[in-house]
């Protein structure tokens, strides 16, 4: 029984494939562009300002990321399979990007400022977490399969559209935009993925838009 448990969740861990590494990557470059704050931050951590209270390990941490930003973007319009240190440095970055997200928005919204939206912190620390754990028992939960295109285009299009709703329409702070679009680019996309594997679905989302026209036809010329 303990073993059947252990298994499912091993299962249930997030196995993250290279779209939801981009889709990260995607939301820290609109953040950069459109936010002073966050860019403000970034060059902060990188430049080692308040080195006292960070230790060498976070920054180095820092470092590792940024060259799993890179590796995101690269890899995701590539298909060269990714090294161990390559997976390493972009699990490094998700996690990241969870932990500082949750921690930015964390900041702002409790304990004075409860509200649903204090879940999405929550949640990416959580994540952050569970990703570290991933590291240190070495498995990597960044997976050798490639995005196809369909899949990175229509992905790309919903976070410019949850980013534009939650900083056009809602006005909130890039701290909490950063939260919501992490859990976006990770939990959401990551629970389509498993649901797609596990009722066989995968091969429908690898059709390029050409394929579905080419479907579409036939299934119109037999009726």
Not at 56 to 78: K, N, Q
């Amino acid at each position: 029984m303990r073993e059947q448990w252990n298994r499912a969740l091993e299962w249930l861990k997030p196995k993250y494939n290279e779209l939801t590494t981009y889709l990260t990557a995607l939301t820290c470059v609109i953040l950069f562009f459109t936010h002073p704050e966050f860019r403000r931050l970034y060059f902060e951590i990188l430049s080692g300002a308040g080195a006292d209270r960070a230790s060498l390990a976070f920054f180095a941490l820092g470092l590792l990321a940024t060259l799993g930003f890179f590796l995101s973007i690269m890899h995701v319009f590539t298909k060269r399979t990714k090294t161990d240190f390559e997976k390493t440095c972009m699990t490094a970055f998700v996690m990241g990007a969870n932990g500082f997200a949750g921690i930015a928005a964390g900041v702002e919204m409790l304990p004075a400022r409860w509200s649903l939206l204090a879940l999405f912190p929550i949640w990416n620390i959580c994540m952050g977490v569970l990703l570290l754990y991933q590291i240190g028992v070495a498995k990597d939960p960044i997976t050798d399969e490639n995005a196809s295109p369909w899949e990175v285009f229509t992905g790309s299009i919903i976070l410019v559209f949850v980013f534009v709703l939650t900083n056009s329409q809602f006005h909130l702070t890039w701290a909490m935009i950063f939260s919501i679009c992490m859990f976006y680019s990770t939990t959401l996309i990551f629970l389509i993925t498993w649901t797609l594997n596990y009722f066989n679905l995968r091969s429908f989302t690898k059709k390029s838009p050409h394929e579905y026209k080419t479907t579409a036809r036939r299934f119109r010329a037999r009726r």
